[in-house]
C-alpha cells in the first residue's frame, strides 16, 4: 500500500514539475527532486525512468554533482526577482503576505547554497 501511495505522490510531484517548466512561479526543480525521491523508494524501474529522461534527467545530474558559484548566483538572482515582484507588485504595501514572500526568498536562498554546491567526486573502491 505504500508502495503504491508514493507512486501515487510522486507523480503528482512530477506533473507539478513539468507544470513548473511552462509556468512562471512555480518551481520545478523541487519537485523533480521529490519525484525522484518517492520513486525511488517506491520503484526503481520508475526511478531510472526518471533518470534516463532528458529533461527530468539533468535536474537529477545537477543535484548530484552540483553547481558551480556563477551558477548558484545566477539561479539565486533570478529567484529574487521573481520573490521581489511578487512581494512588492503583487501584495499592498504593509501586507503580511509581503513578508512571507521575502521570508521564502531568504529560505530559498540557503536551500540553493546548501543542495545545490558542488560535490567532489566519490572514490570507488
Do not use: H
Request: with cysteine; glycine share 8%; aromatic share 10%.
Amino acid at each position: 500500500m505504500k508502495k503504491y501511495i508514493f507512486i501515487t505522490l510522486g507523480t503528482i510531484s512530477l506533473i507539478l514539475g513539468l507544470l513548473g517548466l511552462f509556468t512562471p512561479g512555480l518551481p520545478t526543480t523541487p519537485f523533480i527532486l521529490l519525484t525522484g525521491a518517492l520513486y525511488a523508494k517506491s520503484s526503481p524501474q520508475l526511478y531510472k525512468r526518471l533518470e534516463q529522461n532528458k529533461l527530468t534527467g539533468r535536474y537529477l545530474k545537477r543535484m548530484e554533482i552540483g553547481l558551480s558559484w556563477k551558477a548558484r548566483l545566477f539561479s539565486i538572482a533570478l529567484m529574487w526577482c521573481m520573490v521581489c515582484i511578487t512581494a512588492f507588485l503583487v501584495f499592498d504595501a504593509g501586507s503580511k503576505m509581503r513578508y512571507i514572500m521575502l521570508g521564502l526568498g531568504a529560505i530559498g536562498t540557503v536551500a540553493q547554497l546548501i543542495a545545490l554546491r558542488k560535490r567532489k567526486p566519490k572514490m570507488k573502491l
